[in-house]
């Protein structure tokens, strides 16, 4: 399902931490461990959800509640935030955060909001073995 001229935007690939793939998007981790905040990539060329395929919107929901569910349990947040902005990055993602009153930035946006906090790699790694428990066989990295 992937476009095989898909490349991740280079401030996508600088800010965050590459986990791996679902059957239609990569997965990302933000590199803000304040608070819990994924990011669906769709390996596609269109820059809006509106011009996918309605098979490939129908893929990517099913990924977005998927990850949703899986940071609500993860860190029992009580807010989940739901975003495909594309102001300051144009290529199609969306964010998937975590929220509870009292973090970094509530209950204001976390962008642009400076990070003080990045993942160390083991924190990474317990991240990476959750997802990969989570998601089964629907999710894969580049060593699988």
Known sequence: MADAKFELDPRLARDCIALGRLKLSRLLL???????????VPETQ?????????????????????????????????????AALGNSVSQLHVHVIGRNPGDFAWPGTVWGVPVEETYPDEQVQEILRAVKAHFGD???????
Not at 30 to 40: D, E, K, R, S, T
Not at 138 to 144: E, M, Q
């Open 46 to 82: 269109v820059t809006e959800i509106c011009d996918l395929g309605v098979m490939a919107q129908a893929i990517l929901f099913d990924e977005i509640n998927t990850v949703s569910r899986f940071v609500r349990d993860l860190d029992r947040v009580q807010k989940l935030n739901v």
């Open 30 to 40: 933000m590199n803000n461990a304040a608070v819990p905040w994924f990011i669906l």
């Open 138 to 144: 629907a999710f894969w990295t580049p060593s699988d």
